[in-house]
Nanobody, 122 residues
């Protein structure tokens, strides 16, 4: 069992930056591909990006590529989402999720955090 807890959300002006963290419990953190999803009000949850087990590989959706960076520290059981050049359309609840492989669907995730709200004002 892995428990995930996101932190770092808040209110930021457009063009600003935020760094989200997701802390995991348990000793098997490095066994999982870690993912970030987001859900805007009235919309479905969408995949944002992922980082592979040792951090050697990352993938981002087009809408955030070049602005967002995912990293992980397996010694601290933590994955990060650095968000730069934020836009109002980035406003959403951000979730971290763990998967056994490089799947990118909500159905493929094994564990979820409860989310942290990011609000970007114009």
């Amino acid at each position: 069992q892995v428990q995930l807890a996101e932190s770092g959300g808040g209110l930021v002006q457009a063009g600003g930056s935020l760094k989200l963290s997701c802390a995991a419990s348990g000793r098997t953190f490095s066994s999982y591909v870690m993912n970030w999803f987001r859900q805007a009000p009235g919309k479905e949850r969408e995949f944002v990006g992922q980082i592979t087990w040792s951090g050697g590989g990352t993938f981002y959706v087009d809408s955030v590529r070049g602005r967002f960076t995912i990293s992980r520290d397996n010694a601290k059981n933590t994955v990060y989402l650095q968000m730069n050049s934020l836009k109002p359309e980035d406003t959403a609840v951000y979730y971290c999720a763990a998967a056994s492989g490089t799947v990118r669907s909500t159905e493929g995730m094994v564990y979820w955090g409860k989310g942290t709200l990011v609000t970007v004002s114009s």
